[in-house]
């Protein structure tokens, strides 16, 4: 159903007036110009999608619009703060925790959450966190390392 | 000598390079070839520099970055040669206006074959840049040094000019090939360091383009009616549902009906209402039939090896060892899909596509849509990972007719199903290995036919007097029998190499097991390979391996391989669940010797995504199918490695600064199947011979074994 919806995206307020029930993923890449986020399977099975909802990972390529509504959205292009990288993505910078880069955005936002859940995440923990995550090019022993540095239990200040 | 790019003669293509200084590379035609597809190409330049008068150097090369590290391997060895800082130096990737023909990137070629030929183009361009200061200083060459792409006088750092005021007002180019001369390793400084990837920054903060992530006014997003299973042709089609929605569009162009829209979600809905009939024709196999269904329909022979007298070392061996062993389809499932953005404007066609093969999808595309190939453009933003399936790039053939028959920009992004129907799969391939052994485990026979796989990796390192090779078919189809496949098959990370080294490192444990000799000392006392010596010596070292005779309980072993003129060794550690069938891989160490290493980090990070891929196909990864429908369409079913199966890398590069650089984004994937396969039957006394080794067949394995003992 068309409607306006209105929800804080990476801190500044977005309106758009659309189908509600469209998917988060295409209103993020296709409306708002924000292509970051990335689309691996639309089936909710990759994580490419990652967006954080109210502190909360979720799949955006299986997220209606109207979940969203009043509700502060985060993508890849809202981490960055003046210039300075968040400490994740220079965590994933600096441990080569990436290839091709496809799978990261969704990485790190997973991360991001899970890191806001779990500050002092532990090896173990990070790895079960990241589960559906799927990296293809297989460098998921550097995205643990790069999650577990910026976590708190290693001083990481995310 | 006219030297043509693009279909310019050299002295049109310096004239729009602009001014400075240029180096252009020929490899000869010969150093590309190996492989037959790439027969036939014109003798061309492979790339160019050019330093500018703010001495900025820019490197146009028609290779891609995929996710293995190119861009910045590819600025280092340049950056090297030439003597100025890696952030002197841009790149220019596989932009078909842009840079020179290039047949592809694949094979582990790009820094093995194109390296060397980049290395002396920038050499060259020093050597011009030093004879330019020598004159303008006043001094001779040899009293120069260069730091950072300024030139000044040993002993007097006060005279010194930079590459830019050398370069300025200049038009100067040079030609080179590969035989330049070339700074030793001890001169080394960026080579052989481990700069951070110059794409990190751009993918971490998702500014990194992808072909998907191009915008164009007026972009339309496709969706293409496509056929149920493979092989079906099309009764009917109704698209006049499809046709009354607002915004959008069907294009009927004989095999192709599509709908556009203005956003990707109208578009599916759209494609939802379009009804098409299909003939399916039947085919009666499915992905447990299928090995006798290749077996029966496979081509005579190639023989690519055959010395000694076989049949004499068959009836005088006390003992022969005979196997068939039996690999699954595999998808490539590069995180993204088949994307392609495509527009006509003013007669010329311009497509950014995901793809591994600029060139030749310029040239599909221009046969496609009519247009001579200078009229079309292919531009290559960052490829979100290829592993050989996007060496083939039908999405962008498909962009560009649409784009032409709506006469709009046309996005076709491929769906994931799309991507597990259109992908260009691993065969599925057979094996059968006969081998014999004496009593002092010297192997003494290796009689070896390969079905489908072809014969990359079956090049034998251990000393044995009589041995046959022969090839049916390879893993392009390749001669005779390229349609016993139900669905296209094609190259996949390593082609070929990770089947047969999985047969062949099977069947030397199973020998050495037959004797009870640790399967560490069984394949040293039958190699004299010096490189091979020293990787299986560096990983048994890393691990701290003890002797001891499969199986041994403990769930570790041993597999080496060859591949794009890379040693590896690799040695596992598996926990195998005896009640469910389920293997854990715990640890692997890899040993490897890939000569200079330019980029070290960058090398071990090769490896590690070797490693960490190479846990699908011999644990989890099987594409089912029922003729022509692939069931396996989604991630759901189709089980890539995930962080729970993560086992602890250990990574060691064997020095040999002897050598030119070699592959590296292949090689240790190649022995994962066999290494997994040693250790489970290290850990249980099952012997598995069909990849992947799931927990069902893990389980009846062990019941066979049980039986026998
Ligand atoms: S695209 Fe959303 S989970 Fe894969
Ligand atoms: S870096 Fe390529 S999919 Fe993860």
């Known amino acids: ?158 | 000598m006219t030297t043509t790019v693009q279909g310019l003669d050299r002295r049109t293509f310096l004239k729009l390079v602009g001014g400075g200084i240029v180096v252009m590379v020929s490899v000869g035609p010969s150093a590309l070839l190996g492989q037959e597809r790439r027969r036939g190409y014109p003798e061309d330049l492979n790339a160019y520099l050019r330093i500018d008068e703010k001495g900025h150097v820019t490197i146009f090369s028609g290779k891609i970055e995929m996710g293995q590290g190119v861009m910045t391997s590819q600025a280092q060895m340049a950056a090297e040669e030439l003597g100025v800082g890696l952030d002197s130096v841009t790149m220019v990737l596989g932009d078909t206006d842009q840079c020179p023909w290039d047949s592809g990137t694949y094979g582990s070629l790009t820094t093995r074959v194109f390296g060397p030929a980049l290395r002396a183009a920038a050499a060259e361009g020093r050597a011009v840049l030093m004879q330019l200061a020598s004159k303008k200083l006043g001094v001779p060459k040899e009293n120069l040094l260069v730091e950072n792409g300024v030139v000044s006088v040993a002993g007097d750092p006060s005279k010194k000019v930079t590459y830019g005021e050398l370069a300025q007002g200049k038009q100067i180019a040079r030609l080179v090939d590969e035989k330049a001369l070339l700074r030793s390793v001890k001169e080394f400084k960026l080579m052989g360091a481990s700069p951070k990837r110059l794409d990190g920054v751009d993918k971490v903060t998702g500014r990194a383009k992808y072909a998907g992530d191009i915008r164009l006014p007026g972009m339309q997003y496709a969706r293409i009616v496509r056929p149920p299973a493979h092989g079906a042709t099309m009764k009917s089609v109704d698209v006049s549902a499809a046709k009354e929605m607002s915004g959008v569009t069907v294009v009927q162009q004989d095999d192709l009906v599509a709908v556009l829209a203005g956003d990707p979600e109208t578009a599916a809905a759209a494609l939802g209402k379009v009804k098409a009939e299909w003939t399916k024709p039947s085919l009666d196999v499915d992905n447990d039939g299928i090995f006798a269904y290749l077996l029966e329909h496979a081509p005579a022979a190639d023989v690519r090896l055959n010395r000694g007298d076989l049949a004499a070392a068959r009836s005088s061996a006390s003992r022969v060892f005979e196997s068939t062993y039996n690999t699954a389809y595999l998808a490539h499932a590069p995180m993204e899909p088949h994307t392609a953005i495509a527009e006509l404007k003013d007669g010329k066609m311009t497509v950014w596509a995901g793809t591994q093969t600029p060139f030749p999808t310029r040239d599909g595309i221009a046969r496609a849509v009519g247009l001579d190939p200078k009229n079309v453009r292919v531009i290559t933003p960052y490829v979100g990972g290829g592993f050989g399936g996007k060496s083939s790039s039908r999405q962008a053939v498909e962009a560009a007719r649409l784009a032409k028959a709506a006469g709009v920009p046309v996005q076709v992004a491929w769906t994931r199903p799309e991507e597990f129907f259109y992908d260009t799969f691993n065969p599925a391939s057979v094996i059968k290995v006969a081998s014999a052994v004496d009593a002092n485990g010297v192997i003494t026979m290796w009689d070896y036919d390969v079905y489908y796989a072809g014969e990359r990796g079956t090049g034998i390192f251990y000393e044995i007097p009589n041995a046959m090779i022969r090839t049916h078919s390879s893993w392009g189809g390749g001669s005779g029998a390229p349609t016993a496949h139900p669905f296209a098959v094609g190259p996949w990370r390593a082609p070929g190499a990770n089947m047969n080294v999985f047969a062949a490192e099977s069947q030397i444990d199973i020998m050495a097991a037959a004797l009870g000799i640790d399967p560490l000392e069984f394949r040293l006392r039958n190699t004299k390979d010096p490189r091979m010596r020293s990787v299986l010596q560096a990983a048994a070292d890393a691990y701290g391996w003890k002797a001891a005779a499969a199986p041994s309980g403990k769930g570790r072993a041993i597999a080496c391989g060859i591949d794009a003129g890379t040693y590896v060794a690799l040695i596992a550690d598996v926990k195998v669940d005896r009640a469910t069938g389920n293997v854990k891989v715990d640890r692997v160490v890899c040993a490897q010797d890939m000569g200079i290493v330019v980029n070290p980090d960058g090398a071990r990070m090769q490896m590690e995504g070797c490693i960490t891929m190479g846990l699908g196909y011999p644990l989890a990864e099987e594409l089912r199918f029922k003729g022509g429908d692939v069931l396996d369409r989604n991630f759901g079913t189709y089980h890539l490695p995930k962080f729970s199966m993560l086992p602890k890398i250990e990574t060691v590069l064997v020095k040999n600064d002897e050598l030119l650089p070699q592959g590296g984004g292949e090689p240790a994937i190649v022995p994962m199947g066999a290494v997994i396969a040693n250790a489970v039957f290290d850990a249980t006394g099952a012997r598995l011979y069909r990849l992947p080794m799931t927990p069902a067949r893990v389980l009846e394995g062990i019941r066979k074994a049980e039986k026998k003992t």
């Open chain 1, 1 to 158: 159903m068309k409607k306006t919806i209105q929800f804080r995206l990476n801190g500044r307020p977005t309106k758009l007036t659309t189908d509600d029930d469209r998917r988060l993923l295409w209103v993020l890449r296709t409306d708002l110009d924000m292509t970051g986020t990335k689309h691996g399977c639309g089936a909710g099975l990759c994580g490419s999608c990652t967006v954080v909802v109210d502190g909360k990972a979720v799949r955006s390529c299986q997220t209606p619009l109207k979940n969203v509504d009043g509700k502060e959205v985060l993508t890849i292009e809202g981490l960055e703060q003046n210039g300075k990288l968040h400490p994740l993505q220079q965590a994933f910078a600096d441990h080569g925790a990436l290839q091709c880069g496809f799978c990261t955005p969704g990485m790190i936002m997973n991360a991001y959450a899970l890191l806001q859940q779990q500050p002092q995440a532990s090896r173990d923990a990070i790895a079960e966190g990241m589960e559906r995550n799927l990296c293809r090019c297989g460098a998921h022993q550097r995205i643990v390392a790069a999650i577990e540095e910026a976590s708190h239990a290693k001083g990481g200040r995310s």
